[in-house]
């Protein structure tokens, strides 16, 4: 199995946020933003593996910056690293309003964790990642302990 770059699955999504989108205090509901991201990371995993890819954990959601109704919000999804059938996928959001003119401003980051799977539903593998960039090879870098981390409050690994 060849091993892709992060360029070749990275995933952008773009919504605006309508009344229906949020609370009374006319935020972005925290519910509706964890579903964008799990779309756009499911998107992104799916390219990489070019399989099927169902969510595995969430974690490390940052939620920095009210998102208001009105504002066009931006979701960026990268695989930081590939394991024997999981991706951990790295998200990055940015909210922008466009009557102000006010640029694009990050609010919320996580890291979400997907498994490929064959057409029997069973955990499949998939290819390696390349990183290219600096960030890109920072992530990956830091993904094993990330990882490890995850298996070891889940109960599914021991700390040393």
Not at 33 to 51: E, N, P, Q, T, Y
Not at 53 to 66: G, K, L, Y
Request: aromatic share 6%; net charge neutral.
């Amino acid at each position: 199995m060849e091993a892709k770059k992060v360029s070749e699955s990275f995933t952008t999504f773009t919504e605006l946020v309508m009344p229906n989108d949020t609370n009374p205090m006319n935020n972005l509901m925290g519910g509706n933003l964890l579903k964008w991201m799990d779309v756009v990371s499911g998107i992104c995993a799916g390219k990489h593996a070019r399989k099927v890819a169902v969510t595995a954990a969430v974690d490390n959601v940052s939620f920095s910056r009210p998102i208001k109704i009105g504002d066009v919000v931006t979701i960026d999804a990268q695989v930081t690293r590939a394991f024997h059938s999981s991706m951990e996928i790295f998200i990055e959001v940015y909210k922008e309003n466009i009557r102000t003119n006010s640029g694009k401003i990050k609010c919320n980051e996580a890291y979400y964790t997907f498994v490929a799977l064959d057409d029997d539903g069973r955990p499949t593998p998939v290819p390696e990642i390349i990183p290219e960039t600096d960030d890109e090879r920072h992530r990956y870098e830091r993904a094993l302990r990330r990882r490890e981390l995850r298996l070891i409050l889940g109960g599914r690994m021991k700390p040393e």
